[in-house]
């Protein structure tokens, strides 16, 4: 904002001096005052980086008297990404967004869930140096949609349904404080003494029956312990972009046992508008107990999940 005024001084100052000689007339002067005004921004805006990313992905297979076999199949799915960040003097925050859902449709069954996911993460940090700050950091994970298993039941050799999850069911909350470690813009790592994570479980089935390591009939549990948080992102080839973020958990209760969130996504820019991605999640919750196909309880185990998209981007902002 001081600029612009000061550019408007400038202006005017140039304007009386013109106008004396029948160089300027007012309309030149307002014309350039409104030129240089829209390409400044706000002081308080300038602090702030921004940036929004859509990508939808569309895949169809159609088979038609095909001697090798198979199943027709379509597959749809859509990923959001938003992140604001603020850097002033010796303070920062920055807030993540990551919105992702997707179905596909094998043969003639209907359209199932494959991807599903809503990530909010919020972190503020007060520099020590250049390398270190003090950090309060926030993080609340859950999905859209209801969730199922399917399985083969061998009696009587029959698909079966079970349901597994929902909106907020299980959501996960974490809250923590510590300090980060920055050594440059590509790498971090938080370490948080004193965090707090809160596991939702808003559904009477599922509470009901204790899933997720809440008490049976209830629909939270609040733990406390340490928490890690380590990033890293930077460019493995041209136009190849590798981004890895990990999170664990260890309740002080269990010292023995470390909740695992470790995410992997790999991005190969075509083009400004076609973007290839992989995405790899390893899951490891040991409040999450896993069953046989009998439904016998196996204790946790860890989880994978990976998808592979081809699709159109759009750079919103």
Known sequence: MKKVVFSAMLILANYISFAQEGKFNKADVDKELAAKVATEKPDSLKKWKVGSLFNVNFTNTSLNNWAAGGQNAQTISSLFTSYANLLEDHHSWNNYIELGY????????????????????????????????????????????????????????????????????????????????????????????????????????LSNAGAYGVSVGKKSRIELGAYTNIGAKFSIAKNVTYQANANLFMNYKTLNKIDVFFDNLISMKVNNFIVTTFNYTLLYDDDIKTNKNDGTIIGPKLQRKSVLTVGLNFKLL
């Open 102 to 205: 997707g179905q596909s449709k094998l043969g003639s069954a209907n359209f199932r869930k494959g991807d599903d996911k809503i990530i909010l993460t919020s972190k503020y940090g007060r520099n020590l140096s250049k390398k270190t700050s003090i950090t309060a950091l926030v993080d609340f994970r859950t999905q859209f949609d209801k969730g199922s298993k399917f399985e083969i039941d061998k009696a009587t050799s029959s698909e079966k349904e079970t349901y597994i999850s929902n909106f907020l069911a299980p959501a996960y909350f974490v809250g923590s404080l510590g300090f980060q470690i920055k050594p440059n813009e590509k790498f971090f790592i938080v370490l948080s003494p004193v965090t707090t994570k809160t596991t939702i479980v808003n559904s009477e089935i």
